[in-house]
């Protein structure tokens, strides 16, 4: 499902945290580079902490926070996506398949995936 950026996303992200609190992620960024991506990936593991989101005019910033993985609860890493145009997501029946990307005004794409579920 795909989400404009002229839409508060707030609620929406609000319940996404909600249904992924705690669970180790996975952080991403692609870059266009010709006719190619170039890939980026920023962290492994870390559990997802919370989100934020900020409309600003045209587009919304949106921070994603990760705890340590050591399960201190405090907030380790922050990652903004800075003029985010849309949003795409992923919701699986299990949360096995749930993740978000969002895609900014320069064109990079921030895709959040997470780690396997305990069995």
Same mark, same amino acid.
């Given at each position: ?22 669970? *180790?992620?996975?952080? =991403?960024?692609? &870059? #266009?580079?010709?006719? !190619? ?5 920023? @962290?492994?593991? $870390? ?7 900020? *409309?600003?005019?045209? =587009?919304?910033? &949106? #921070?994603?926070?990760? !705890? ?5 609860? @405090?907030?380790? $890493? ?42």
């Amino acid at each position: 499902m795909k989400a404009e950026a002229k839409h508060d996303w707030t609620r929406f992200l609000d319940l996404f945290l909600e249904r992924n609190q705690d669970r *180790p992620t996975r952080l =991403g960024v692609f &870059v #266009e580079s010709g006719e !190619a991506f170039d890939d980026y990936w920023i @962290e492994d593991g $870390m559990p997802l902490n919370g989100i934020t989101v900020e *409309p600003k005019g045209e =587009g919304t910033d &949106v #921070e994603l926070m990760f !705890a340590d993985a050591g399960g201190s609860g @405090e907030t380790r $890493m922050t990652h903004v996506v800075t003029d985010a145009r849309s949003m795409k997501f992923e919701l699986g029946l299990l949360r096995d398949s749930d993740s978000l990307e969002f895609s900014d005004s320069e064109g990079k794409h921030t895709v959040l995936r997470f780690e396997n579920l305990p069995n």
